[in-house]
Structure formats: C-alpha cells, structure tokens
C-alpha cells in the first residue's frame, strides 16, 4: 500500500488514492476536510525532496499556477512543505486528457480541433500575460472535461519570463515531440516557445499524426530544429488551406516568423470560423524565403560536394585499411527513461548537449561554410568602425522611451519585448539587442527589452489556511507579510482570519500584506441553539456551527421522518464547547404513545419546549414567565432566531404569501448583537396569514415561513433554515 494513502496533510488534506504518475511527482486524489471537497493532490517524490533542484522545479509549478485564475487552467488551493514532503493541492478534475481522446477519435473534425485550441490559447494568454511561459504544452498536460471545456494543467517546468534563463546550467525540458526548436537546441524560450507547441498540438488534431517521429529522442529533437513538417493537406486532403496556414506558421523554425502571441493566434482563429475559405498568405512567405535561400543553399552545398568528390583520391587498394575509431558515448539523460516510456509519449527531458556530437560528425562542406558565416557575423559584432555608407553606430538605448527612442533613431528599426521591472518606469528601455557604439547596418533590426513596470499582483484568498501555508503562497505571490494575533470565535487556531490588504485586492509586488492568524475562540463557552422542528441534517448544521457536538437517536413518532422532536439540553442555555447534544428525531412509524392530559401524573406543558429567553440585548421586550407568544388584541410576536455564528447586518422583510405586501416595513437586525438568541418582532393582523421571511446581505434568501393565527395570538413554524444566514455570508465572502 502506498505510504502517503491516509495520510492527513496540514491537519487538512487528506490523502484517499493515487491517481497518476509523473517524472518528478505523483497526484492523489483527497479530501479537503475543511471545506468538504475533492482535491487533487500532488507530491513530490521521496527521492527528489533532497534534491534543490527538484524542489526549485516543483515549487515553479505552485508559483507559477498561483498567480493565474482563468477557466482554462486548473486551480491551485494550497502549497505546503510537512514532514519532509513537498506538495501543492489543486483543483481535481474528472475527465480525459486530450491526448486520450486524439487516440479515441483517431482524427479530429476541424471545430472540435478550434474549439479545443482556443481555450488552450486563451488560457496561455493570461500565463503570458503574466510573464509565464508553460514550456511543456502536449496533449497530456491538457483535460477535457465532459460539457467540452479545456483546463490546462501541469506548470511543472514553467519560467517566469522575467527570470534569467542560464542554459548552461539549467537544462531545458519538455516532451520532445511538442518542443520547439529553440527549446532542443538549448535557446533562450519565450511565450513563442508555447505557440509552437500549440502547432504541433493541432497538425496532430487534425492528422492523427504527429509531425516527426523518430528512433530516438535526439532524433524527432533534430527534426524539429531542421526539417519542414510535411503539410497536413498530403495526410489529409480536406484540411482547408487557410487552417493549415495557421498550423505551418504556428511552427516556423525561426521565433520572429511565428505568432508572436497567444492573441495574435487566436484572431486568424476566429476569422477562419467565420470563413473558410480565407488565405492568410504565411505559404508564399515561405515559399518566397526557400527559394530564396533553401534553394541557393542546396545549389551551393552539392556543388561544393561534387567539387570534393572529383578532388579525390582513392586509396592504393593494398593499404590496410586504418580502423575506424568508436563512437564516443552519447551522453545519459538526466532523468531515466525507457525505450517504452518513449514509445507511449511519456515525458522526457531533452538536453541541447545531445546535438554537440551529431553536429560534429556533420560534412567538412557544412562545417566550412557555417565557420565562414559565423566568423563574419562575429567580426562584424565586435566591428566599431563604418566600412561602408552603410554602417550606423549603435547608440545608447537604455533608460529612454521605446517611442522617444523609435523617433529619434530612425536609421534602425527597434522591436520591442516586455517584462515587468521594478527599476524601471512601464514604457522604458532595460535592455538592447545590440551594445552601444557597436556597428550594426542602416535599416537593421534591433530587439530592444521594454519595462511594463512593476508587477501588479492580486492578494490570495488566505482564510482558514494554515499560516505556514499562507506565508508560503505569499513569498511565492512576491508579497511581504507580517503576522498578527488575535482571538476568533469561526476560525481555529493558528489558521487565518483575514488578512489586509483584503482577498482580491491589487498591490504592487513586494506590498506587505498584515496576516490574522487565529488564536482560538476566546471563551470555551457556547449557545445551545433550538432544532426541535427542523430537519436533521439542518439541525446536525446549525448544532455543529454552534461548536457542539451533535448525537441522533430515531424514536417512534408520528411527526415526519427525520423531523427533530426533543433534544436533551434546553436551547439557550451556555455549556462548554463539543458537548455533546443528543437530539430524537422521528422514524415516522406513527407508533406514539397516547397523549397525557393536563390532570394526568407527569404532565408537562407543551409550551416548556421553548426557551426560556434572556434579556436581549439593545430592547425593552420581555417575554412571559411562561414562555407563551404574546398576544394584544390582533398583535402576536413572531421569535425569529439568529444563529449563534451570524455575524452581519441584514435587511430583513416579512411578507404575506397571498397578496406578496410586506407585514412591516423592512427593517435591519445586526446579527452578531443577536447571535444565539431570538429577536421579538410583533406584527398586527387579522385572521390566518402565511408569511414568509427573508434577509438581503448582497443576494436575497429565504430563511423562515410561518403561519400567523392573529385571533389566537400564536403561529406555527412551516420551515426554518438558520443555515441561510451562512450561505449569504459565504456568497459574499467569495
């Protein structure tokens, strides 16, 4: 049996069963105890919680997934760090991923392959947005859900964009039929890198196919760095061109000829569902560039073969032949994989050191040309001085305005990228493609780096989590925070009550957030609340909101089934918190004893039931020694009761069921002055009434309806919900 199967996360979490497997990381399926939820759970591997880089890696997913809040992307509720455990609690999510339901259908239709791509494309525009680029987008990191919605999941290798990418040290990840060029090779990645994924995704939609395959990982990674995909059209000839536009230049080879964003995607999208028929012109681009340069490359290159191949001389044929030397070893991995692993579309890490070796076995004619051309992009890198008319100095572009800059030099052409920075004011240069005073070409491009300022960050919802949980999620939000005390009658100890700024605020990063951690309730007493009437499971609510313990015990009775009709501690009376209340609740069986009369032994005054009420607190009302509604010619008092853990001011309105007036007019009661006690309202009528009651705080919610007897001066409760005053406080909280 698995280890962590039982295992109570936090106090909170608790693990039920393993679902999934992953490289770093396995996912269980829990229960959040707290909030009464099924959660997804996932652990980082024993193995790897020594490991920082694992942990770095694994806690990029929470960081990274934390900061987005989209339909498209699967939620995150909870990082923490317990007994030498790393996990993060999710969202759980019942469905199949794509990937399984490409291998259902075999091929897409063309509006379900759109359909599908949009939302993966919308849920990456806010991960870019936010300076995240996800890196490892594939079939199996995204979940359809049955009513065909897309969630995207699995941020495990994401970068903040706004992080230094070292590719020395830090080696690039992803699943090699899905990556982009740049990202085998070991290049710096951007949200492009997503882009080009999301192509990949779509040829392998719509064709059943993935683009390259190949012997071994190194190989289909070669592939994407060097050959054309072959179009959808040869596999498929219905694709409509303009679709299979969008395919080809999702995954150009060069990062600058793709999309340049999610958005930018999306609108060719959009146009094609409105027609069909449009052309986007991205194939006479390409094809104007390969012949262009494709064809003068292979002219060249298999003249210089032929030139070679006449030079040479053979060998005498008696010369003994010189052994060939043995292949240096390819190097491992740096995580284990199997050649099944490979052929099921596992995960695998791809390193840009595996195209070293295969590149240095490459023709001399390759080599030769390659070093001639990047000896003359070398020299003329470091040049400082013009050799021709054309030659511009580079000037100094960091610290001005993009738009000052771009006006200002217009001998270049400046193209900009942005990422958040805190030196720097939104609009302003932090970085240029090219260093000043270096000579660079009248009309060149230059890719310059332009601040979007500091990074507005949104203040997560933080109550009931732990305050080593809290603190965690808001180191990762880029948050400050200072811890503060204090007593809380809702909340246990040492989980928060609120914070300030409040949830869903908006502050800069680096704002200091104040964190209410609980101390516990400051008095172990509590108000046994009145259930006689109620159902059970809303009398178990309101007696476990109340602290308390309830215990149920059927009884023969003729009321209705799983209707309450005693309990053992008269209500209103204050007794230690977890006590526990046993309260008798009908099996409707009928089978009753007879009643007792007023002059039998034993007799007990129906009217004993009700509490006896305290003085309630800001009113002048005083109920009868004997507990009877009050009566004055055609004016009773209806009792409405306040749960024990209500704690807003609600607008409360009485109204008759027949004719929808109201008895009075509306009026306020502050909850938390009433809590746990009755508040007297009289009402002034004639005849039977129905009426029923209702609380506005931000929605409106019935919580009680009643029948009034003005000629007797009493009423009869038809429902009552207590729980009512909770639900429009948790409506309002979130």
């Given at each position: 049996?698995?280890?962590?199967?039982g295992?109570?996360?936090d106090?909170r979490y608790e693990?039920?069963e393993?679902i999934?497997f992953?490289?770093?990381?396995n996912?269980?399926?829990g229960?959040?105890?707290?909030e009464?939820?099924?959660?997804a759970?996932k652990?980082l591997k024993?193995?790897?919680?020594?490991?920082?880089?694992?942990v770095?890696?694994?806690?990029?997913?929470?960081?990274?997934i934390?900061v987005?809040?989209?339909?498209?992307?699967v939620k995150?509720?909870?990082?923490?760090?317990?007994?030498?455990?790393?996990y993060?609690?999710?969202e759980y999510?019942?469905?199949?991923?794509?990937?399984?339901y490409?291998?259902q259908?075999?091929?897409?239709?063309?509006?379900?392959?759109?359909?599908?791509t949009?939302?993966?494309?919308?849920?990456l525009q806010?991960?870019?947005?936010?300076?995240?680029v996800?890196?490892?987008?594939?079939?199996?990191?995204?979940?359809?859900?049955?009513?065909?919605s897309?969630k995207?999941?699995?941020?495990?290798?994401a970068r903040?964009?706004r992080?230094?990418e070292n590719?020395?040290?830090e080696k690039?990840?992803g699943s090699?039929?899905?990556v982009s060029?740049?990202?085998?090779?070991?290049?710096?990645?951007?949200?492009?890198s997503?882009?080009?994924?999301?192509?990949?995704?779509?040829?392998?939609?719509?064709t059943?196919r993935?683009?390259?395959n190949g012997?071994?990982p190194?190989?289909?990674a070669?592939?994407?760095?060097?050959?054309?995909p072959?179009?959808?059209?040869e596999?498929?000839?219905?694709?409509?061109?303009g679709?299979?536009?969008?395919?080809l230049?999702?995954?150009?080879?060069?990062p600058?000829?793709?999309?340049q964003?999610?958005s930018g995607?999306i609108r060719?999208?959009?146009?094609?569902?409105?027609?069909?028929s449009i052309?986007f012109?991205?194939?006479?681009?390409?094809?104007?560039?390969?012949d262009?340069?494709?064809?003068?490359a292979?002219?060249?290159?298999?003249?210089?073969m032929?030139?070679?191949?006449?030079?040479?001389k053979?060998k005498?044929?008696k010369?003994?032949?010189?052994p060939a030397?043995?292949p240096?070893?390819?190097?491992?991995?740096?995580?284990?994989?199997?050649?099944?692993d490979?052929?099921?579309?596992?995960?695998?890490?791809v390193?840009?050191n595996?195209a070293?070796?295969?590149?240095a076995a490459a023709t001399?004619?390759?080599i030769i040309?390659a070093t001639?051309f990047?000896?003359?992009?070398?020299?003329?890198?470091?040049?400082t001085?013009?050799?021709s008319?054309?030659?511009?100095t580079?000037?100094?572009l960091?610290?001005l305005?993009?738009?000052?800059a771009?006006?200002?030099y217009?001998d270049i052409?400046?193209?900009a990228t942005?990422?958040?920075?805190?030196?720097?004011?939104?609009?302003?240069?932090?970085d240029?493609e090219?260093?000043?005073?270096?000579?660079v070409?009248?009309?060149?491009?230059?890719?310059?780096?332009?601040?979007?300022g500091?990074?507005?960050?949104t203040?997560?919802d933080?109550?009931n989590?732990h305050?080593?949980?809290?603190?965690?999620a808001?180191?990762d939000?880029?948050?400050?925070?200072?811890?503060v005390e204090?007593?809380?009658?809702?909340?246990?100890a040492?989980?928060v009550?609120?914070?300030?700024?409040a949830?869903?605020?908006?502050?800069?990063e680096?704002?200091e957030?104040?964190v209410?951690?609980?101390?516990?309730?400051?008095?172990?007493?509590?108000?046994v609340?009145?259930?006689?009437?109620k159902?059970?499971?809303?009398?178990?609510?309101?007696?476990?909101?109340n602290?308390?313990?309830p215990?149920i015990?059927?009884?023969a009775s003729s009321?209705?089934?799983?209707?309450?009709?005693?309990?053992?501690?008269e209500?209103?009376s204050?007794?230690?918190?977890?006590?526990?209340?046993t309260?008798?609740v009908?099996d409707?069986?009928?089978d009753?004893e007879?009643?007792?009369?007023?002059d039998d032994?034993?007799f007990?005054?129906p009217?004993?039931?009700?509490?006896?009420?305290?003085?309630?607190?800001?009113t002048?009302?005083t109920p009868?020694?004997?507990n009877?509604?009050?009566q004055?010619?055609?004016t009773?008092?209806?009792?409405l009761?306040?749960?024990?853990?209500?704690?807003?001011?609600y607008?409360?309105?009485i109204?008759?069921?027949?004719?929808?007036?109201?008895?009075?007019?509306?009026?306020?009661?502050?909850?938390a002055?009433w809590?746990g006690?009755s508040?007297?309202?009289?009402?002034?009528?004639e005849?039977?009434v129905t009426?029923?009651a209702?609380?506005?705080?931000g929605v409106?919610?019935?919580f009680?309806?009643?029948?009034l007897n003005?000629d007797?001066?009493t009423y009869?409760?038809?429902d009552?919900s207590?729980?009512?005053?909770?639900?429009?406080?948790?409506f309002?909280m979130?």
């Amino acid at each position: 049996m698995d280890k962590y199967i039982g295992l109570k996360l936090d106090g909170r979490y608790e693990i039920t069963e393993l679902i999934g497997f992953g490289g770093m990381a396995n996912v269980y399926r829990g229960r959040d105890i707290m909030e009464n939820r099924v959660v997804a759970v996932k652990i980082l591997k024993s193995e790897y919680s020594e490991n920082e880089e694992f942990v770095r890696r694994f806690r990029n997913e929470s960081k990274a997934i934390a900061v987005l809040s989209h339909p498209n992307i699967v939620k995150i509720y909870d990082v923490g760090y317990e007994q030498n455990i790393q996990y993060i609690v999710m969202e759980y999510i019942d469905g199949i991923t794509l990937k399984e339901y490409i291998e259902q259908q075999g091929m897409l239709k063309w509006r379900d392959c759109v359909h599908f791509t949009i939302q993966i494309l919308r849920a990456l525009q806010l991960a870019h947005d936010r300076g995240i680029v996800h890196r490892d987008i594939k079939p199996q990191n995204v979940m359809l859900l049955t009513d065909g919605s897309i969630k995207v999941m699995d941020f495990g290798i994401a970068r903040f964009s706004r992080e230094v990418e070292n590719t020395d040290s830090e080696k690039t990840m992803g699943s090699v039929h899905y990556v982009s060029p740049e990202q085998a090779s070991g290049g710096r990645t951007d949200e492009r890198s997503d882009i080009y994924s999301v192509g990949v995704m779509m040829y392998e939609m719509l064709t059943g196919r993935k683009p390259f395959n190949g012997d071994t990982p190194v190989a289909v990674a070669l592939k994407h760095m060097h050959d054309a995909p072959i179009p959808p059209s040869e596999y498929v000839s219905s694709i409509y061109p303009g679709l299979e536009e969008i395919i080809l230049h999702a995954m150009e080879k060069d990062p600058a000829r793709r999309y340049q964003s999610a958005s930018g995607m999306i609108r060719d999208i959009e146009a094609f569902k409105q027609d069909q028929s449009i052309v986007f012109g991205y194939s006479d681009k390409r094809a104007d560039k390969s012949d262009s340069t494709g064809a003068a490359a292979k002219e060249k290159l298999a003249s210089a073969m032929s030139a070679i191949k006449i030079s040479h001389k053979p060998k005498p044929k008696k010369e003994k032949p010189v052994p060939a030397p043995e292949p240096e070893p390819e190097p491992e991995p740096e995580e284990y994989y199997d050649e099944d692993d490979y052929y099921d579309d596992d995960e695998v890490e791809v390193r840009h050191n595996y195209a070293l070796p295969i590149l240095a076995a490459a023709t001399v004619t390759v080599i030769i040309v390659a070093t001639l051309f990047v000896a003359n992009v070398i020299l003329g890198a470091f040049r400082t001085t013009a050799s021709s008319v054309n030659d511009y100095t580079m000037p100094k572009l960091i610290g001005l305005n993009f738009y000052d800059a771009r006006a200002q030099y217009t001998d270049i052409q400046l193209v900009a990228t942005e990422e958040y920075n805190n030196q720097y004011a939104a609009g302003i240069i932090i970085d240029q493609e090219k260093a000043e005073g270096r000579m660079v070409k009248i009309g060149d491009t230059i890719k310059v780096t332009v601040s979007k300022g500091t990074r507005i960050v949104t203040v997560p919802d933080l109550r009931n989590y732990h305050y080593s949980s809290a603190t965690r999620a808001l180191e990762d939000y880029g948050l400050s925070y200072i811890l503060v005390e204090q007593d809380s009658d809702d909340i246990a100890a040492d989980f928060v009550v609120q914070t300030d700024p409040a949830s869903g605020s908006q502050v800069e990063e680096g704002t200091e957030v104040r964190v209410y951690v609980s101390l516990g309730p400051k008095t172990e007493d509590t108000t046994v609340p009145y259930v006689v009437g109620k159902n059970v499971v809303e009398a178990q609510y309101e007696i476990e909101d109340n602290f308390l313990e309830p215990k149920i015990q059927y009884v023969a009775s003729s009321e209705p089934v799983d209707t309450v009709i005693a309990q053992n501690i008269e209500a209103g009376s204050q007794i230690p918190r977890n006590t526990v209340i046993t309260i008798s609740v009908s099996d409707g069986s009928g089978d009753i004893e007879a009643p007792i009369e007023a002059d039998d032994p034993g007799f007990t005054d129906p009217w004993s039931q009700f509490p006896v009420l305290p003085d309630y607190p800001g009113t002048e009302y005083t109920p009868d020694e004997d507990n009877t509604p009050q009566q004055s010619g055609n004016t009773l008092t209806l009792m409405l009761d306040i749960p024990a853990t209500a704690q807003n001011v609600y607008y409360v309105s009485i109204i008759r069921t027949d004719t929808g007036e109201d008895m009075v007019p509306v009026f306020t009661i502050d909850s938390a002055e009433w809590a746990g006690y009755s508040y007297p309202l009289e009402l002034t009528g004639e005849g039977t009434v129905t009426v029923e009651a209702y609380i506005r705080y931000g929605v409106t919610i019935r919580f009680g309806t009643y029948n009034l007897n003005f000629d007797t001066g009493t009423y009869d409760i038809v429902d009552y919900s207590g729980s009512a005053f909770r639900t429009v406080d948790t409506f309002v909280m979130f």
